[in-house]
């Protein structure tokens, strides 16, 4: 407790001065040949990589003052959105090449793949949905494709999005709806007969990147399985790609919650890109190009020229909660992908990409410290604030950055550090838990912090000298 105190008040202490002392008001301007960051009060420009490392550099702040009780890698009152964070942040490193957090996300995502290496710890397990599961199975996904190095003597990054994959297809679920993975994991959880898009599409997404990454062709036909049972559902309507966000094993699927979220319809579209790369089957770019048009069509609104990325349910009463507030960054990076990998698609998506991007370098002016809002595109910061909508922003940021540096997720055979190392398959019944948090994960996280804090104040003391 004391060195979370510690952690905490190293926290809170660094985002004052990064108050008084932070540049603001990135302006992303955009032309034919790239996306230039300019600095107000510097001469010149500097590339979207400063943005990203403005915008990280207070997400980081927010992640160490929200740990609960210093576990590397849990986030007060919610699990998953640090395993997000973390993909969005390996994702961001291979784009940007910015090494400064490597360490913290090696040691904390490993940390957090329990003792069974399956991201299904006791300590979480009794109310973990597949959705929260899946998100940390995409990190680990993430960090192998970009050739995140690996950890000294432990599993590999691929045996541990592999665990994962394992555990939930082992959940397929035939008691209704004719199959599906249901939301939650266990019955006695609320919700736990709902099958929806972000469980079962991103359980897609994953087995797709499996696929392609290793050549395995289990995968693409797990990924071929969980395509063709949602679009038997009414979670994909392939007439007009409507993509649900839920559907209920109470009445055998036959209904559907039709809230609309960007990050359903960007785990599908991820999942098709990376299929259609993988088996250059143009059916795949039929469904691409199907669940494309209806993305840009209702989530990037007329209202701010179609081309800035909008969380439309809940960004114009202002009522994401801390989950709406990170989809948009995530679909950003999806989008990326699609464009990477479906070629034909980058015509449509750059422009959405760099129309955010400029609207981003807007909204991200809070508080002299380049805290970013939800509504990228209001012109003024809207005054939302928190690690949520920073790893949005950096989502969004990154995504340019994945395009312009023409980084993409690699294959086995062009990464072949990055082997399979195969783990046993493990019981849902009888998770094991985290390793126990020693003293030395609690200073080495302190140190860590500690010396990326003593950073950020050399920094600012040699701005201020500049004046």
């Not at 540049?23 to 009060?41: K, Q, R, Y």
């Not at 039709?258 to 795949?284: H, R």
């Not at 989008?335 to 998506?349: D, H």
Request: aromatic residues 12%; negative net charge.
């Amino acid at each position: 407790m004391r060195w979370a105190r510690l952690l905490s008040w190293g926290g809170a202490a660094l985002l004052v001065l990064q108050g008084q002392l932070a540049l603001a008001d990135l302006t992303i301007d955009v032309n034919s040949a790239a996306l230039v960051v300019v600095h107000a009060g510097t001469a010149g420009g500097d590339t979207l990589k400063q943005a990203g490392k403005d915008i990280a550099a207070p997400m980081m702040v927010f992640y160490a003052q929200n740990q609960t009780e210093g576990i590397p890698g849990k986030l007060t009152d919610t699990w998953y959105v640090a395993g997000a964070m973390f993909m969005t942040l390996i994702q961001y490193w291979q784009a940007s090449g910015d090494s400064q957090y490597n360490s913290i996300v090696s040691h904390d995502l490993m940390f957090q793949a329990g003792r069974n290496y399956d991201y299904f710890d006791s300590n979480y397990s009794q109310w973990l949905g597949n959705d929260d599961q899946m998100f940390w199975g995409l990190a680990a996904m993430t960090a192998s494709e970009t050739g995140f190095p690996e950890v000294q003597d432990k599993p590999t990054w691929t045996s541990l999005a592999r665990a994962v994959f394992n555990m939930q297809v082992g959940r397929w679920n035939s008691q209704s709806c004719g199959g599906g993975i249901t939301w939650q994991i266990h019955p006695w959880q609320a919700g736990y007969t709902l099958r929806n898009s972000i469980s079962d599409g991103g359980l897609f997404q994953l087995a797709a990147r499996l696929g392609r990454f290793t050549g395995n062709t289990t995968y693409l036909d797990w990924a071929e399985k969980l395509w063709n049972w949602s679009t038997q559902s009414p979670l994909i309507n392939t007439h007009t790609w409507f993509v649900a966000d839920s559907t209920s094993g109470d009445n055998n699927c036959t209904d559907s919650g039709n809230m609309q979220w960007t990050y359903n319809y960007g785990t599908y579209l991820a999942g098709a890109a990376f299929m259609y790369n993988a088996t250059n089957d143009e059916k795949w770019l039929t469904r691409v190009n199907g669940l494309l048009g209806r993305l840009e069509s209702d989530f990037f609104p007329q209202t701010y020229g179609s081309v800035v990325l909008s969380e439309v349910s809940c960004e114009g009463l202002q009522t994401c909660d801390r989950n709406m507030l990170c989809f948009k960054g995530w679909t950003a990076m999806w989008l990326a992908f699609t464009a990477q990998l479906a070629p034909t698609t980058q015509a449509t998506i750059l422009p959405k990409l760099q129309g955010s991007a400029e609207a981003i370098g807007r909204q991200c002016d809070g508080e002299t410290d380049n805290l970013c809002g939800s509504r990228w595109w209001q012109n003024t910061w809207d005054g939302i604030k928190g690690l949520e909508v920073q790893m949005s922003a950096l989502g969004g940021i990154t995504s340019n950055l994945m395009i312009l540096t023409g980084t993409r997720a690699k294959t086995i055979q062009n990464n072949p550090n990055a082997k399979e190392q195969y783990l046993d398959t493990y019981s849902d019944d009888t998770p094991d838990a985290l390793p126990t948090i020693t003293t030395g994960d609690r200073v080495g996280s302190w140190i860590l912090t500690v010396l990326w804090s003593l950073s950020i104040m050399a920094a600012a003391w040699w701005l201020m000298k500049q004046q």
